[in-house]
């Protein structure tokens, strides 16, 4: 296996940057996302980031169109992402798997947003295998192997003193070619390291099948009363997706449409033009974000959206922990 100390990892950084726009895990601020790389920043690979790659390709708000309207005539002007390639460094396997449900999300099923499609098509993504599973972290109770994941362009594997590098497309041989090219590389035989097993651990097997019969169920009485509808769980997912499309007026005649960052867990979300809202109370909207999670996503692309990543149970105020919830499930009495 080619590999590179970790002691050059900066020097690595500086090649790949040197190719384009750069993303790598950073603490920046006291807030630990991913950043465009610089020589000063502190990048952080020994956790995952608390904030999910997920902005990068879908970020919390962007301007879509101008527009002009007098009388009953009207104009748009469309406002285009940015086409220039980059490079997503340091992405876990929870996070690639979330990658992958947006991709099902804004890119298949006859519908493509050209927004995400944009950014995903000239992103190449070079995954970092899990050493050590953090305390929130149940990836692989969910399916996944926190060690590599083959939707990503390179996978990176921890060596000990080195990173492992492979390539698995054409954009990710061509991010080894470079590293190869200035001379960073060389052949590795140390073995790959692997987290020991996961302290937090949860059986999903089965779950999306059982909820199909659980909608009415007395379980949704009592799991909403604790949530405070505060949305932290539903912005740290990375693969939550709902959006807004607002305006900015510059004017009475211009302005701007902006789409943004919604969330399952605000009562405006669902509130029809009429007045009706068929999440009227926490119930339904608790209900909502679980079985969107653990039934309606997998019996629409055939995974859980889910990934196990942990963030909403490291972060959730009032502990309405998703794994918990998955427990009450499969412990939960069905009727036929």
């Not at 947006?102 to 050493?131: K, P, W």
């Not at 693969?239 to 789409?259: A, P, R, W």
């Amino acid at each position: 296996m080619k590999a590179f100390p970790k002691a050059k990892l900066q020097e690595v950084l500086k090649t790949l940057a040197s190719k384009g726009t750069l993303y790598v895990p950073a603490l920046v601020d006291e807030t630990h996302r991913y950043y465009p790389y610089r020589a000063d920043i502190q990048v952080s690979l020994e956790q995952n980031s608390a904030i999910s790659p997920k902005e990068i390709f879908f970020p919390s708000t962007e301007k879509i169109y101008n527009f002009t309207a007098y009388g009953i005539d009207g104009d748009y002007e469309e406002i285009l992402p940015d086409r220039t390639a980059c490079v997503l460094f340091g992405v876990r396997s929870c996070d690639m798997q979330a990658i992958l449900c947006m991709d099902d999300v804004f890119l298949t099923r006859g519908y493509i947003d050209e927004y995400y499609a944009t950014r995903r098509e000239g992103a190449t993504i070079v995954a970092l295998g899990c050493s050590k599973a953090g305390a929130d972290c149940f990836c692989s109770s969910m399916g996944l192997n926190p060690v590599e994941h083959e939707g990503a362009d390179a996978q990176l594997y921890d060596l000990g003193d080195y990173y492992g590098i492979q390539g698995r497309t054409e954009k990710g041989e061509k991010v080894v070619e470079a590293l190869a090219v200035a001379g960073l590389l060389s052949e590795s035989s140390a073995e790959v390291l692997v987290p020991e097993e996961f302290v937090l651990q949860v059986d999903s097997e089965g779950i999306a099948e059982k909820l199909q019969a659980m909608f009415e169920h007395s379980l949704w009485d009592q799991l909403w009363r604790k949530c405070i509808n505060c949305g932290t769980c539903t912005y740290l997912c990375p693969t939550c997706h709902c959006f807004d499309i607002s305006e900015k007026k510059k004017n009475q005649h211009c302005g701007v449409k902006i789409k943004c960052w919604d969330s399952c867990m605000f009562n405006e979300y669902a509130m029809m033009a009429g007045g009706h809202n068929p999440r009227p109370s926490k119930k339904e909207k608790v209900r909502q974000r679980f079985m969107h999670k653990l039934r309606y996503f997998p019996e629409r692309y055939g995974k859980y959206q889910c990934t196990g990543c942990g963030r909403c149970i490291a972060k959730c105020p009032v502990n309405l922990e998703i794994t918990d919830v998955i427990n009450q499930v499969r412990e939960a009495k069905v009727n036929g």
